[in-house]
Structures are given as C-alpha cells and as structure tokens.
C-alpha cells in the first residue's frame, strides 16, 4: 500500500520506489553470492542505456560510488573496471528506462548487447537493476524516480541505492539460509547458478 501511495506521488513529490523482481533465490543466498562475488574483488557494475552523453564505464564509475555501503552489513566495494573485478562474471546490471515487459534475465544479456531497446518518459526516469552470474539473473530490482536532471542528480544516488536494498533486503548475516534458486528441470535438468558459490 505504501509503494502505491508513493507512486501516485511520484510527479509531485519526488518519491523513488523500488520493488524487489522475483529470481528464485531467496534473501540469505544472495547476500552469499554477493559475499562470494565480491571476496578480495570489488564487484564489476555495468551501465546500460543511460540518458546522459557519457561513456557507459563512465556513468558505471558513477553508479558503482552509489552503491558502495548501500547493502546492510556488507563490506563488499563496486568498480566500474572489468580488470579490477576478477568475477566478473559477477555483476551489477543498472539498466535504464527497459521496456515495461523486460525480465530480469533479459536485463542480464543486455549487459552483453550492443543495442538495447530505451522507454524514455518526460516525467519520470526508471531503472532495472540486476545481480547477474554472466545472463543468469540471482536479483533484481525496478526502481522508478523523477526525471534524472543529470547523472550528479541526487536522485540518482537514491535510485541505486534503494534498488541495492529490494536486491539484497536486510542484513548480511540475518538470514543463512533460503532457497537458492540453482537447479531447474527445464528444458533439462541442470544448474542454472553454481551453488558452491553461494557457500562461504
């Protein structure tokens, strides 16, 4: 009911929502992969399709500075350098203005993707974020803002920072145990993300 209210308040009072996206891996397993991801690495963010005449790793720099502390007791550090970042299979996805029906699995190959199709709205700027192991989505968050006046626009940081917190709700340590979303049937048996990952 809250995120309805804001929503509806969005033009005029500036609010930032997020809403977690469903991925099958539950709250303790992410922080483990997020843990495990960013062990003696920073974690790599990637920019994508950014309404400001940037470089994509410049606006990712920026983006990675926002995200930094924003997960509850995770002392986990982002970098916009896939040579810093060594998972960089690992990865923060921050992609702008998706099409309504963009799945967060599909925010994850955008990473990997030349063209990306852009929804752009005068009134308002959103944002999918994505925790990816390469295209295999472990979080996601939509996040929706006013329209961005610039990428120094403190909104901005807020956007990031809220869509960190649906991805990774609560504290690192809260929560040890949960479904991690890795074995799928179909169309064969198989893991979709290495469970040993997620295990520190």
Do not use: W
Request: glycine share 8%; hydrophobic share 40%; with cysteine.
């Amino acid at each position: 009911m809250r995120r309805m209210a804001c929503l509806a308040l969005l033009l005029l009072t500036g609010c930032v929502t997020a809403q977690d996206t469903a991925t099958g891996v539950q709250a303790g397993p992410r922080h483990r992969f997020l843990a495990f991801a960013g062990y003696n690495s920073p974690v790599l963010v990637v920019s994508v399709n950014a309404p400001f005449q940037l470089t994509p790793t410049d606006v990712a720099a920026r983006l990675a500075e926002y995200a930094d502390g924003a997960v509850m007791g995770s002392d986990v550090t982002y970098t916009a350098s896939r040579a810093a970042a060594t998972k960089n299979n690992y990865r923060i996805v921050a992609r702008f203005d998706a099409e309504q029906a963009t799945s967060t699995g599909e925010v994850c190959r955008s990473a990997y993707q030349t063209a990306v199709l852009a929804a752009r709205y005068a009134d308002r700027t959103n944002l999918f974020m994505a925790f990816c192991d390469q295209d295999e989505p472990i979080a996601g968050a939509k996040v929706s803002g006013p329209k961005l006046s610039g990428l120094g626009d403190p909104v901005l940081r807020d956007m990031i920072r809220q869509g960190m917190k649906e991805m990774f709700p609560g504290s690192a340590g809260q929560n040890r145990s949960g479904s991690m979303g890795s074995f799928e049937l179909a169309p064969r048996p198989h893991f979709r993300l290495n469970p040993l990952d997620g295990i520190l």
